[in-house]
Nanobody, 114 residues
Framework: QVQLVESGGGSVQAGGSLRLSCAAS????????MGWYRQTPGKQRELVAT???????NYADSVKGRFTIYRDGAKRTVYLQMNSLKPEDTAVYYC????????WGQGTQVTVSS
């Protein structure tokens, strides 16, 4: 099993930056993929960015060139650096880890005002 604890959300004006962190504990060596997803009311949760155990990275088209996903050397913490934020980036952001099944963090609110 894996436990995920997110931090770093908050409120920012358009054009600003935030960095989200997701600290994993438990069976971290069994994690195949970690990533960030986001959800707004009435909509399905959508992929933002993922990074595999081997380091392959994938981004949603809407965040390419603005967001960067990376992790620490121990692969215990995954970060999402968000630059040039837009109001449409406003959402609850969730960290996810896959070890045969998905594990989710509790979510952190990101609010971008125009």
């Amino acid at each position: 099993q894996v436990q995920l604890v997110e931090s770093g959300g908050g409120s920012v004006q358009a054009g600003g930056s935030l960095r989200l962190s997701c600290a994993a504990s438990g069976s971290i060596l069994s994690i195949n993929v970690m990533g960030w997803y986001r959800q707004t009311p009435g909509k399905q949760r959508e992929l933002v960015a993922t990074i595999t155990y081997g380091g392959t990275i994938n981004y949603a088209d809407s965040v390419k060139g603005r967001f960067t996903i990376y992790r620490d050397g121990a692969k215990r913490t995954v970060y999402l650096q968000m630059n040039s934020l837009k109001p449409e980036d406003t959402a609850v952001y969730y960290c996810r880890a896959e070890l045969g099944r998905p594990y989710w963090g509790q979510g952190t609110q990101v609010t971008v005002s125009s």
